[in-house]
Every structure is written in structure tokens, then in C-alpha cells.
């Protein structure tokens, strides 16, 4: 689909959609927007101006999504072989799981931040150590011990659709490459994932955020085995940083498109600080862990309970990840007991 002349927006399936489905959930989500379970699609970008073809994020590493890229490319006069960079907004695998397989076609130049840059041997190319690590560290936080290894593995499951390859060039945020005539600017927005980022074209006023805005739905932010501090306070600020940008077309790497930023950016603070305080009510007076909190609050998909295990580790992690931001702005305090970790409230 074309946003405007040199900026087109793709569409990739999730592996259990097929293109056709994909496109009409693509459709019909727009008109009625709605929370659903599990992301139908990606939304790759591709910037194409003189001799530069650019593509934002790809998509997962599978023959149905590969053709959606081709088809997609091929509306606008390109192919996946004339890529000359890559850049990933972060290295999770709907948007980074292509990228070895682009880069074997067009030997294109893969761009992604340090921090995300950094974890790609860990989590992709020897995963074996990081489940282990992630084993222990969900039963630190309550998880049971029966749990932890399905949880631990998670969305190990979802490897086989990931074409791990290393970044070419490493960014910190703060550069800036041309497309043709576009100038995109690179803006660091950890938060989601460590090195998240957004890319922004003051020109035409147009900001790509991938995971970090959406239209309807908040990114989730975690802590895992492989991140640390607080990465909920990150991504506030990272929220801040956009406040002053002058936009007029957000293209976020789900959903749709967003006109109105500002509002957006309100919504999700909002949403934020309604779940801190739900959250903070959720632990007992003599202490609660991560796993018991997570199994109070009222999540928009349902119980913890009857969720599945990678999504239960994202429900644990997120409850991690808003104790800390608690802890940072002093509003619960934590305790070591037999090895499990404890919250309490202050
Ligand atoms: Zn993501
Ligand atoms: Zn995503």
C-alpha cells in the first residue's frame, strides 16, 4: 500500500495465517478495532527513492511470508534481491526473523541497534544457555516448578522460523541515512526491547515506531533472564522523547496506521499508570512474587491460567517489569526469601 510516493507499507503473515486471511484481518481490524489474540501480521516498510531500496523490519523466516514480501515489493516495482539495507527496529522474530534470508538474496546491509545487536547469539544461535537462564529466573519469581520448564522454552518453538544473521552495522541512535531524497533519522526508544528503534523522516513528517506505538494495543515490556534494570522506566521515557516530534503519519510495524500521536502517546501513559496502581494492589501485605500478581491482574486476553506458556512468560515478565518501575519510583519494596523473590508493598 502506498503512504506516499517512496514510502510503501507491506504485509507479512504470522506463520499460522495464511496471506489472504492476514490482509482481511488487515482490513477489518482497521475499521473495527478490537483486541485479539495474537498478532496476525507484520507490517514491513519499504523505502524506495532513486537508487535506494530500503526495507523497515521483515517478518518471519517462512516461505508464506517470503512471498507476501515478494508480492508486496512487486506492487511497487521492486524485488527482495535489490535491497541494499536492512533495518530491523528490533530483533525480535516477526520483525528480524527474514533478515538471513534477505541478506543470502540481495547481500543488503543489515542495520540494527547495539543493545538488540548484542543478544542475537544468545537468543538465536545458541539458545540453549539462555533457557536454561530463563528457567531459574521464572522460578525465582513464584513460578511452579512443574511450569518452568514449558515457560522456559517458551517461544523456543518458534526458532525454526528465524534466519539468525549478524548485524553489518550497529547504531546507537542519533545517525541519519538518506533514501533518495528522504532523510530518517534514527531515534533510540529501549523500552520493548533494549534496542528499539524508531526511525523519523522530519520532511514529511513521518515517524516509523515498530513495536514501541500501536494504534490500540501497548507493546509488551518485560524483564527477562537477558534484560535488566527497568525497562518499563525506559519506556516511558522512550515515550516522552516522541512528545515533541512534528508527525503527521505514524506507520507502527502492527495494526494500522495512527494520525493523531499525541493522543496516542496519552493513551498509553494512561494506560500504564492504571495498571501500576492495579498492579500495586495485586501484592499481599506480607508479600507477593511476580507469578502470584500476574495471576490477579486482569489481563485483556484473558486469565493467566489459561494462557499458553510463551504467553505466560510475557504476563510474568510484564508483571516484572511494572514491580521494578514500582520499586524505581519507590512505591513497593523486594526481598530475597528461600531463593524466591518477594514484593511488598511500602
Ligand atoms: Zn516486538
Ligand atoms: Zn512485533
Not at 143 to 157: F, Q
Not at 236 to 262: G, Y
Not at 299 to 310: K, R, V
Request: glycine share 8%.
Amino acid at each position: 500500500m502506498r503512504i506516499i510516493d517512496g514510502i510503501y507499507q507491506l504485509l507479512t503473515p504470522f506463520p499460522q495465517f495464511t496471506i489472504a486471511d492476514a490482509k482481511a484481518l488487515r482490513h477489518d481490524l482497521q475499521e473495527h478495532p478490537r483486541v485479539t489474540k495474537g498478532l496476525p501480521y507484520v507490517l514491513p516498510y519499504l523505502l524506495k527513492d532513486g537508487d535506494d531500496t530500503v526495507l523497515v523490519d521483515c517478518g518471519w523466516n517462512t516461505d508464506t511470508a517470503y512471498q507476501a514480501l515478494e508480492e508486496g515489493m512487486k506492487e511497487h516495482g521492486s524485488h527482495p534481491n535489490d535491497i541494499n539495507k536492512l533495518v530491523v527496529t528490533h530483533v525480535h522474530p516477526d520483525h528480524y526473523g527474514m533478515a538471513g534470508r534477505l541478506k543470502q538474496l540481495s547481500s543488503c546491509e543489515i542495520v540494527l541497534h547495539e543493545k538488540d545487536a548484542e543478544v542475537i547469539t544468545a537468543r538465536y544461535f545458541a539458545p540453549k544457555g539462555l533457557m536454561d537462564e530463563m528457567g531459574k529466573f521464572m522460578e525465582t519469581n513464584g513460578v511452579p516448578a512443574m511450569d518452568t520448564p514449558t515457560m522456559a522454552r517458551g517461544s523456543m518453538g518458534m526458532l525454526g522460523n528465524v534466519a539468525p544473521v549478524p548485524a553489518d552495522t550497529e547504531v546507537k541512535g542519533g545517525e541519519t541515512f538518506k533514501v533518495g531524497d528522504f532523510d530518517f533519522e534514527i531515534i533510540w526508544t529501549p523500552g520493548h526491547s533494549p534496542g528499539h528503534i524508531c526511525l523519523y523522516e522530519p520532511n514529511r513528517k513521518i515517524l516509523l515506531t515498530g513495536d514501541h506505538v500501536l494504534p490500540t494495543i501497548t507493546p509488551n515490556v518485560s524483564i527477562h533472564a537477558q534484560t535488566h534494570g527497568s525497562p518499563l522506566g525506559d519506556y516511558m521515557r522512550s515515550l516522552e522523547l516522541l512528545e515533541d516530534l512534528d508527525v503527521e503519519i505514524v506507520l507502527p510495524a502492527h495494526e494500522f496506521e495512527i494520525h493523531d500521536l499525541k493522543k496516542r502517546l496519552r493513551e498509553i501513559e494512561d494506560h500504564h499508570k492504571v495498571r501500576l496502581d492495579e498492579m500495586v494492589n495485586c501484592v499481599d501485605r506480607g508479600g507477593s512474587t511476580a507469578w502470584e500478581v500476574a495471576g490477579r491482574v486482569k489481563w485483556a486476553t484473558g486469565s493467566l491460567a489459561d494462557f499458553e506458556a510463551h504467553m505466560q512468560r510475557a504476563a510474568v515478565g510484564e508483571t516484572i517489569a511494572h514491580m521494578e518501575y514500582l520499586f524505581e519510583t519507590g512505591r513497593v519494596s523486594k526481598v530475597m526469601r528461600a531463593g524466591k523473590l518477594y514484593w511488598l508493598p511500602v
